[in-house]
Structures are given as C-alpha cells and as structure tokens.
C-alpha cells in the first residue's frame, strides 16, 4: 500500500441534507464525528426530508458558532436562525430515516416556523439525544455500532484522485462537496479506497465496511440548488454493480480521538 496517504478536508453535516462544514480537525464518535447529522428536518408524517426530494435545501448554509448552529439562505445571511447545542424539546415517539424508527426530539417551533418559512415545506427540526441509539446494519457493523441521523453509516470516505478520474470523464468537472464525504485523502491511485480495510489516521483506528452506493442527491448543485443528470450518468457507465452505482467507501471507527488535515491515512 503507498505510504503517501494525507487527510486532505474533512466535513461535518451537522443538520442532515443541509450544507457541510469543512473542518481542520475533527473529533471522531462511534456514531460519527462529533455533531455530524445530529439534528434533521421531518415533515408532518416524521419521515426525514431530503435533497433528493426538496433541492433547494443545499442553499441553506451552516456555520459553527461556540454552542451553536447559525442557519441561513445564501441569498441573504442576515436573514438567519441560531440552533443552541443543548436545547432540546419535548420527545416524539417516533422519526423515520429510511426503514429505521427511533424517538428524537423537537428542538422549538420558533426554529421550525423560519424552516418552514425559508424552504416551503412544512418542516420541524428534531436533534438525536444521547439516550437514542440506532444500530448500523449488522451487516456492516464491526462492535454493534450506533449511528446518527446519516443515511446508515457513520463516516464516508473519498480519495481526491477518485473525484479526479470522474472529472477527466466530464464536460465539467464537479466539485467533492457533491458527495458529501466526511474524510477526503490525497495520494494513491484512483479508487484505492475500494481496496481498504482497516485504516489509522493519527491514533484512530477505523474500518472500511462497504463502499457507497450513490443516489440523485449527488446531482444537485451546492451552489444554485439545480439537479443535472451527473455525476450519476457517467460513473453509470464504469462504477455500477448490479443496479448500484458506487462511489466512496463507509466507514466506522473502533476508536475515538481527534483527527486533522494533514494527518498520514496509513493502511492495514
């Protein structure tokens, strides 16, 4: 395996479907790095609202403000919303991400009104306590980990010269934030993720589980909020397998600690 694997960016998605954070250090949690997709937007049923159905949810950007989230449109910052770290309201039974229920909580109906207002949906924002535990497929999972509000896997990992051989294939090469990694690395071939299998980056040890199949969200510009038919299009034509389109590599970690830009990703 090379040796010149470098931690290049690494990203936070505190509100699920929201913009990222791009982060010069990280702390790694079982259930993702600390504040990743702890929070999310549910419609009146409590099922999680995505990209995939509601695009212009890319153009609400998030910021990291000492204990809290600062949210607002990019058409106008000055019109925005501050999401404490610690508020949490009464519990709901019962939010759905994909097949999986578990209870979250409702953060305040003020904060929901401006969600609601801001992208024309009817939207309430619910935050995952602590006591909440939704398990990472057992399929997947190496110690019964939990999971936050992410699709079903805690870390998402992409080397740069993947993106990079995607580009050479496009009219217009596209930006990384389309995939929504948390842990990007410069160095080696072209998907030498796929090969990976247990990795240290700085005293962390995590494991590569299965590689990630992609969906439309990954055509929705985070700039404007338009859908296209890339990526999607031509990684069909060499990354599909069986009606998977693959793109990156999920993660979970056995260990915790803090890691950074610049860090060595040794394999093995």
């Known amino acids: 395996m090379p040796t010149n694997l470098i931690i290049q960016d690494l990203y936070v998605y505190p509100i699920k479907s929201l913009a990222g954070i791009r982060l010069q250090e990280a702390k790694v949690e079982e259930r993702g790095f600390e504040l990743d997709r702890r929070w999310m937007l549910i419609d ?7 990209q995939r159905t509601f695009p212009q949810m890319a153009l ?3 910021e990291i403000e000492s204990e809290w989230l600062k949210v607002y449109h990019v058409s106008s910052s000055k019109d925005f919303v501050r999401i ?9 039974s019962s939010v759905t991400v ?5 209870p979250a909580r409702l953060v305040n109906t003020q904060i929901d009104a ?9 939207a309430r924002l619910v935050k995952m306590p602590l006591s909440t535990e939704r398990k990472v497929d057992s399929r997947y999972a190496v110690n019964a980990e939990s999971v936050s509000f992410a699709d079903g896997m805690p870390y998402l990992l992409i080397g740069e010269t993947s993106l990079d051989d995607l580009n050479e294939r496009l009219a217009s090469p596209l930006p990384m934030n389309r995939f929504r990694p948390n842990i990007v690395f410069s160095g080696g071939e072209p998907f030498i993720e796929d090969s990976f299998g247990g990795i240290q980056i700085g005293a962390v040890q995590m494991k590569v589980v299965k590689p990630c199949a ?3 969200m990954t055509t929705v510009d985070q700039e404007t909020g338009l859908k296209a038919a890339e990526p999607l299009k031509t990684l069909a034509t060499y990354r599909k397998v069986g009606n998977k389109i693959l793109f990156g590599q999920n993660v ?12 060595k990703l040794t394999v093995g």
């Open 44 to 50: 009146e049923s409590g099922r999680f609202v995505s």
């Open 60 to 62: 609400l950007k998030v």
């Open 84 to 92: 404490p770290f610690n508020e949490e309201g009464e519990e709901i």
């Open 98 to 102: 994909w097949d999986d229920e578990m």
């Open 114 to 122: 401006w969600f609601t207002r801001v992208l024309g949906i009817n």
């Open 214 to 216: 992609r969906c439309v």
């Open 252 to 263: 979970v970690a056995l260990s915790g600690g803090i890691i950074k830009v610049g860090d």
